[in-house]
């Protein structure tokens, strides 16, 4: 039981960033492997608005949010759009080199520290032979909620329906009269505010620093994969099948080794079912 | 200064190496490696091992090196025999995290973080001091040549056509009946074979290695080679190689003009640098230094404008 919650608790902190990387994916068909280097960001967003200007937690995540919506727009327009119609591994090698670039940034602002949250002290509680801090609890819960919300919005609300069209094909949704701009502008702030979600779900749980980059990009690439791209709930369920190996592999395999869950399942997911695990056959090319 | 230079010159004869071998797999057959540093490391490990740890020469050191990297590159070939493009590179990356990881933590054969001192080195007995780093640029320089008239001979024959056609479009080279699967396995093997040259030599050169030597900056920095200096071009994949190794370690001259900065400052500015360069170029520059260049084919000769083959989607 205790291992089920630590996975979820690790669930909980990539399925934001991988709903996000899959919402990217669905519409541009390119790997942003910045979402770990975004989620970072929003990691150090929030820790400066916490401890910096001593906002109080929640509103540290929504200021983390804005701040990573804002930078993937941003990045959107000057790196990626120029690009758009190159080669899926073009566009990676540019999303592996912006990664480097922001996470350089904020080595230089920040220095190579590891920070944390200024948050009351408490110990765990433990209920039924369970043990948990009360962050953990929260994590799951706003994952969770933020998840559902999500798939709401994607599933009736016209700027989803508009979202879905813009996915399956732009051009057919403009003739149609969508403003493909607009909706593509939307989702792109979305996934940059879920990035900023896991930052600080990630800052609440573990540590900010800037390795945290290369800690998220793989298991939130691996989650997205496994749900199969262009299947946003498919990447929360993904997540959840990535923390329960992560877990394992701690407790029964190696500690050192978690780092490689994430590329296995990867691996084994791509070689035995590319599609995923919800998602229908994407073309990959 | 004098000895700085040929510090330079050796690092970017590395650098050439493993630039040109990922030539071989991207620039000529569109596979997109990313897990350079794990044969790189591969080949520096193996070749310790086999001279500290068996007592072996260094020339036995560098073949154990190339075979071990060879079997681990069809290992992954065969593995991601389906994949292509960006979902090739994302399962390379996770080989190279891997071994970095198991560099990291399987002591009793890399000695871990603490790091594996190699003794043996590509040096003549009774050589003076100030001639021994001479000599070794001059090994290392002759294994760049080697290496580049073995891969730009292989590149202009029909073994480097069937490679420029599957990279355009699998389909046709499939078509005219050759084995897509196998030409790919080659390729893997071959360009790891090379990148565990390299590693080998590095590893005898600095003599330290640690699992530190072996992430992802390193394959960044090939990457740029090859960008930078025009993919499909082994000349260009050496040009690069020696362009960016100026770039980075050139960088390090500015540190004197930056004296507000802290060391891990500007190591950060380095790489910002580095990276901005390489999406710039790829936006503005996409063939690079040196373009490929294709001869028209016999059919086309006769045909005016001749066709000017280049990749402008790299």
């Known amino acids: 039981m205790q291992l089920i919650l630590n996975s979820l608790a690790s669930a909980a902190i990539l399925a934001p960033a991988a709903i996000g990387f899959t ?58 759009g120029p690009l758009r119609g190159r080669s899926g591994g073009t566009l990676l090698l540019v999303a592996i080199a912006l990664s480097f670039i922001l996470e350089n940034i904020v080595r230089f602002f920040y220095g190579s520290q590891i920070r944390s949250f200024d948050l009351p002290l408490t110990g765990p509680t433990v209920l039924w032979g369970l043990r948990f801090t ?7 819960g706003v994952s969770a909620a933020a998840t559902l919300g999500i798939g709401a919005i994607l599933a009736f609300t016209p700027l989803g329906r508009g979202l879905r069209a813009v996915a399956d094909n732009a051009t057919l949704a403009a003739i149609r009269g969508l403003p493909v701009q607009r909706i593509e502008l939307a989702a792109v702030a979305m996934a940059g505010a879920l990035f900023g979600l896991s930052g600080t779900l990630v800052g609440l749980d573990l540590a900010i620093e800037p390795n945290l980059n290369w800690a998220l990009a793989i298991p939130v690439i691996a989650a997205a994969v496994v749900g199969g791209l262009g299947s946003p709930l ?17 407790a029964f395999i190696s500690p050192p080794y978690k780092g490689a869950v994430g590329f296995a399942v990867i691996a084994l997911v791509l070689v035995l079912r590319p599609q995923g695990l919800f998602g229908t056959a994407v073309e990959r090319k | 200064m004098e000895s700085y230079l040929v510090a330079i010159l050796t690092t970017a004869s590395v650098y050439a190496i493993l630039a040109m071998a990922l030539n071989l797999q991207y620039g000529l057959t569109g596979l997109m490696n990313f897990g350079i540093v ?129 990279r355009e479009d699998d389909l046709v080279p499939a078509t005219l009946g050759k084995n897509v699967l196998l030409y790919r396995l080659q390729v893997f093997v071959l360009g790891s074979a090379v990148m565990a040259l390299a590693g080998s030599f ?62 891990t400052q500007i190591s950060s500015l380095r790489f910002v640098i580095i990276g901005v360069l390489l999406i710039a170029m790829i936006r503005f520059r996409p063939e690079g230094i040196l373009p490929e260049r294709v001869a028209p084919s016999r059919r086309d000769a006769d045909k005016s404008p001749p066709p000017q083959t280049r990749r402008g989607t790299t």
């Open chain 1, 234 to 250: 498919g990447a929360a369920f993904g997540a959840v099948i990535i923390g329960l190996a992560e877990e394992f592999t701690v």
């Open chain 1, 134 to 140: 009360p962050q953990t609890l929260t994590v799951i």
């Open chain 1, 23 to 80: 919402l990217i994916f669905m519409l541009f068909h390119y790997a942003n492997f910045a979402a770990g280097a975004l989620a970072m960001s929003g990691a150090f967003a929030a820790w400066s608005a916490n401890i910096g200007f001593g906002f109080p937690i929640w509103a540290s995540g929504l200021f983390a949010m804005a701040t990573c919506a804002a930078l993937l727009v941003l990045t959107d327009r000057l790196v990626f």
């Open chain 2, 38 to 166: 794990g044969f790189f490391g591969i080949g520096a490990y193996a070749s310790g091992i086999v001279t500290e740890t068996l007592g072996q020469p260094m020339v036995v050191g560098t073949l154990a090196a190339m075979v071990v990297a060879g079997v681990a590159g069809a290992l992954i070939s065969l593995l991601s025999l389906r994949l292509s493009g960006d979902f090739l590179a994302i399962v390379t990356l996770g080989f190279a995290e891997a071994m970095r990881l198991a560099f990291n933590n399987e002591d009793w054969l890399t000695r871990g973080p603490r790091g594996f001192l190699i003794m043996t080195r590509p040096v003549l007995d009774g050589l003076s001091r100030e001639a021994t780093p001479w000599f070794i640029l001059a090994v290392f320089a002759a294994a760049t040549l080697v290496t580049y008239l073995l891969l730009a001979r292989l590149a202009r024959g029909p073994f480097g056509r069937v490679l420029r056609a599957i």
């Open chain 2, 202 to 263: 590095y590893a005898h050169y600095i003599q330290t290695i640690t699992p530190q030597n072996f992430t992802t900056p390193v394959a960044i920095l090939v990457w740029m080679s090859v960008i930078v200096g025009g993919a499909g071009n082994m000349a260009g994949a050496v040009v690069g190689a020696l362009v960016i190794t100026f770039i980075y370690e050139g960088t390090r001259f500015l540190a004197p003009w930056l004296s507000g900065l802290d060391p």
